[in-house]
């Protein structure tokens, strides 16, 4: 079974600086996607940015990107030019594929972003 | 709009009485599911739909039934609440990968339970 590792509960960024989230996953698949996903007080799950493991290109969507190292089964999320309202619960995802379509969450990072 | 609802959204209730989440989707979505959020444990899958009449279990199905008996409709229920099962729950949908390559997930606005 796929696992999704978080290690850090807790970050914490001064505004406009930059904060790199970790995340680490297990699985024997070689196809598959990851996600970043943010949910801020409202708890609605939004999502950030998305890797499909087949392209070595690392994902960027305007302030975000990732680093993924498939190697080494990473997947960390950088934040670049942080704002006050990037502060929320960021969760790691992987999804499987053809079968259930399961998406396993880590435990979840909280982000506090410092004025 | 393209969206998933839930209702009720917030809900106080007491142990042992029946109760249904809804959930629909506009999107023509085959697959659904269901999570459920916890502090320190993050989502976990509950049961899953891969289209109408066709429901599996999760990682944590114990204590919860589901139906698909429309695609638009995935209702979660919980035949008799217990105060483990207090939690924040998700309901998802997405196309499946026999439709698309890439398939992502849209998350309904999340149902904030409490069983007393």
């Known amino acids: 079974a796929q696992t999704v590792t978080q290690s850090q509960p807790e970050m914490s960024v001064q505004e406009a600086e930059t904060v790199t989230l970790s995340c680490t996953y297990d699985?024997?698949?070689?196809?598959?996607?990851l996600f970043w996903y943010k949910q801020p007080p409202s708890r609605q799950m939004i999502l950030v940015i998305r890797?499909?493991?087949?392209?070595?290109q690392n994902a960027t969507e305007n302030r975000f990107s990732v680093n993924f190292q498939k190697a080494a089964k990473s997947f960390s999320l950088k934040i670049s030019d942080s704002q006050l309202g990037d502060a929320a619960m960021y969760f790691c995802?992987?999804?499987?594929?053809?079968?259930?379509?399961?998406?396993?969450f880590g435990k979840g990072t909280k982000l506090t972003v410092n004025p | 709009e393209a969206q998933v609802t839930q209702n009720p959204r917030y809900l106080i209730t007491v142990t042992g009485k029946k109760l249904t989440v809804t959930c629909s989707q506009n999107?023509?979505?085959?697959?659904m599911s269901w999570y459920r959020q916890d502090p320190g444990l993050g989502l976990r899958q509950i049961y899953y739909?891969?289209?109408?009449?066709?429901?599996d279990k999760g990682d944590v199905p114990e204590g919860y039934k589901v139906s698909r008996k429309e695609k638009r409709n995935f209702p979660l229920i919980l035949e008799s609440p217990s105060p483990n099962q207090t939690s924040l729950y998700f309901c998802?949908?997405?196309?499946?990968?026999?439709?698309?390559?890439?398939?992502?997930?849209?998350f309904g606005p999340g149902t904030r339970l409490t069983v007393l």
């Open positions: 739909s891969m289209n109408v009449e066709v429901t």
């Open positions: 890797q499909e493991a087949y392209k070595q």
């Open positions: 995802a992987y999804l499987t594929q053809g079968g259930s379509e399961k998406l396993v």
């Open positions: 699985t024997s698949e070689s196809d598959y996607y």
């Open positions: 999107m023509n979505h085959e697959y």
């Open positions: 998802a949908s997405s196309k499946t990968s026999r439709h698309s390559s890439y398939n992502e997930q849209f």
